[in-house]
C-alpha cells in the first residue's frame, strides 16, 4: 500500500509557471511507475504525464513543451514542472502510483487555476 499526497496548486495568470509535489510513502519500493491526472470541471479525468521507475516519460499532446515529470530519491516524490500554463489547464490534478502486483493508489488531488 502507498499514500500519496500532492501539493504546489494554486491560483497563477496566464503564462505564469507552477511546480506540483507528489510524495509517497509505504511500500515505495515496489512503485512501477507514477503519474499525473487531472480533471476539470464537468469532463473526464485525463492523464497528463507519466514516469517509469527506468525514468522513460510520456505526455499528453496538449503539454509536451511546457510540462516536465521528474522524480527523486527513487519514486518517493514525484514532481510536474508546469510552465506557460493556460486557461484550459486549469483542474484538479492527481497523483496515481502503479505497483509491480497491479495495484494502484490514488491522492487527493491539488486545485491549479489559471486566470488574470
Known amino acids: 500500500q502507498v499514500q500519496l499526497v500532492e501539493s504546489g496548486g494554486g491560483l497563477v495568470q496566464p503564462g505564469g509557471s507552477l511546480r506540483l509535489s507528489c510524495s509517497a510513502s509505504?511500500?515505495?519500493?515496489?512503485?512501477?511507475?507514477m503519474d499525473w491526472y487531472r480533471q476539470a470541471s464537468g469532463k473526464e479525468r485525463e492523464l497528463v504525464a507519466s514516469i517509469t521507475i527506468s525514468g522513460r516519460t510520456n505526455y499528453e499532446d496538449s503539454v509536451k513543451g511546457r510540462f516536465t515529470i521528474s522524480r527523486d530519491n527513487g519514486m518517493n516524490t514525484v514532481y510536474l514542472q508546469m510552465n506557460s500554463l493556460k486557461p484550459e489547464d486549469t483542474a484538479v490534478y492527481y497523483c496515481?502510483?502503479?505497483?509491480?502486483?497491479?495495484?494502484?493508489?490514488w491522492g487527493r488531488g491539488t486545485q491549479v487555476t489559471v486566470s488574470s
Open positions: 509505504g511500500r515505495t519500493s515496489n512503485i512501477l511507475r
Open positions: 496515481r502510483s502503479e505497483m509491480s502486483w497491479g495495484q494502484n493508489s
